[in-house]
């Protein structure tokens, strides 16, 4: 059967037409959708918010009830700032992916400061280039290690197991690995959240730059936390801002 030319290109061009219709509609509903979501997360951002500033212009900004004991204690144990001495408990490897971070990283975290205020908790001295493989990469970013964190909510454990210390662990089985505490000495454990329901707001239940921590009571100098191992920071000179490490967030 003949078919001429410009039956041809009718169909071409009705094809191509519908094709664009398609894809037209394809990138509407994923534009629907992404906007959708976002606008579900800057919601639920936005109460976070709210939650956040009317804590923060409460009077009683210490919700975690400290007794007057226990805020001397904080003050002279864990505001300051800290920087990674040792790694004194590594995970136990599993799998193909690495549990720790490599021997090049240890020495690369010695560039990197914790500094912990009462009404902040972040980082100084990382740069986009502090690590060398993409690994440490991963896993500094995946225990807490990438932002700040403002107005946390400091709680205090005195009933710590010091032969049974739960280390997170991402690829254990229910994310927790048990070892006992490497040093003679009473542990007191020192978290910290948002001081939201996570309930209701589950995004923020997730990992925060030094939200585990263990103090020496007998100790001001030293901290242990839980980064991907048990870590050991030493105090810094209170050089920060003035000279020492750069304020990078």
Not at 116 to 144: C, Q
Request: net charge negative; hydrophobic share 35%; with cysteine.
């Amino acid at each position: 059967m003949f078919i001429c030319e410009e039956t041809i290109m009718k169909r071409i061009a009705k094809m191509g037409v519908t094709i664009v219709g398609l894809c037209a509609t394809f990138l509407l509903g994923a534009w629907y959708a992404g906007r959708v979501n976002f606008l579900e997360k800057q919601e639920e951002i936005e109460h976070i918010r709210e939650h956040i500033q009317k804590r923060g212009q409460s009077v009683d900004i210490c919700e975690n009830k400290f007794t007057e004991e226990n805020e001397i204690f904080f003050e002279e144990h864990v505001m300051g700032e800290w920087s990674f001495s040792e790694r004194i408990i590594p995970l136990e490897e599993r799998g193909m992916y690495a549990s720790n971070f490599s021997e090049q990283a240890v020495k690369e975290l010695e560039n990197v400061w914790i500094v912990l205020h009462e009404d902040v908790a972040h980082r100084s001295g990382y740069r986009w280039d502090t690590f060398s493989e993409p690994e440490d990469i991963y896993l500094y970013a995946a225990y807490g290690g990438v932002g700040p964190v403002r107005y946390p909510v400091y709680h205090i454990d005195n009933n710590v197991d010091e032969k049974r210390i739960a280390l997170r662990d991402i690829n254990a089985d229910g994310g927790v690995y048990y070892a006992p505490f490497s040093e003679e000495c009473e542990l007191v454990h020192v978290t910290y959240d948002l001081g939201c329901d996570e309930e209701q707001y589950p995004s923020v239940n997730t990992w925060y730059l030094a939200d585990d921590i263990y103090v020496d009571p007998n100790n001001t100098e030293v901290l242990y936390m839980d980064f991907c191992g048990l870590w050991k920071l030493e105090r810094q000179l209170d050089t920060y801002g003035s000279g020492g490490k750069s304020e990078l967030w």
